[in-house]
């Protein structure tokens, strides 16, 4: 167990709908991520804070997209008027100090239809 | 090019054998590489975190790294059928805009046969 958990754990919702996905990090985790997973891929970043700033974006990351991390504890992930193509398990991940050293929660498996 | 490449397998070996994982990189500058275990329709789990070129032991695995020919390996000694999962490669891109962020390989599916 990393200490990172994602809620919900399943989500599924109708294409058009707006979604929203939580991330907890462990409180040393300074830094967190989120990624994309689809069927046979590896994970492909979308965005990146440090704290509470975002300080990278990923070209996946659509407008459609948006992430916050208010108060660099937890972080949420939207996506707005969900496409099928936005069906993937979304993966939140953390670190701290000066490694690289990522640790994953479960995820969060969206199924749009 | 991709950044990442694995063979992705699927991978057989029979238990007890030793499994032979195999990772490139473009990025002749990236510092940090990872081997991640993911069963299906899980999370990636750390396995192992190697940054120097070399041998890395923990356990039944061993990471090996060599920079000059931008390649990591992940070696499985005595492998069990509890090691059938995916393996990811994933490595500290630089030329990817932060030196923060892996990129993964696609991962390479091992099966391990009673």
């Known amino acids: 167990d990393t200490g990172v958990s994602q809620n919900p754990r399943h989500k599924i919702t109708k294409r058009g709908q707006n979604v929203t996905f939580r991330c907890d990090p462990i409180s040393e985790h300074n830094r967190l991520y989120w990624y994309r997973q689809t069927l046979g891929q590896g994970p492909e970043f979308l965005t990146y804070f440090q704290n509470e700033a975002q300080l990278e974006k990923s070209r996946l990351l659509s407008d459609r997209f948006s992430a916050e991390r208010p108060k660099g504890s937890f972080s949420t992930l939207e996506i707005q008027r969900t496409e099928q193509g936005d069906s993937a398990m979304y993966l939140c991940a953390g670190t701290s100090g000066s490694t690289d050293t990522q640790y994953f929660g479960p995820g969060t498996r969206l199924t749009v239809l | 090019q991709k950044e990442v490449e694995q063979n992705s397998g699927p991978l057989s070996v029979p238990e007890g054998a030793i499994a032979s994982l195999n990772c490139t990189y473009s990025d002749r500058g990236s510092q940090s590489f990872f081997w991640y275990r993911q069963y299906s329709g899980k999370s990636p789990e750390l396995i192992m975190s190697?940054?120097?070129?070399g041998d890395k032991e923990d356990g039944r695995f061993t990471a090996q790294l060599n920079k000059a020919s931008q390649y990591v390996s992940l070696l499985i000694r005595d492998s069990q059928p509890s090691d059938s999962a995916t393996y990811l490669c994933?490595?500290?891109?630089?030329?990817?805009?932060?030196?923060?962020?892996?990129?993964f390989g696609s991962g390479t599916q091992l099966t391990v046969l009673p």
């Open positions: 190697i940054y120097s070129n």
């Open positions: 994933a490595v500290n891109i630089l030329s990817s805009g932060s030196a923060r962020q892996l990129t």
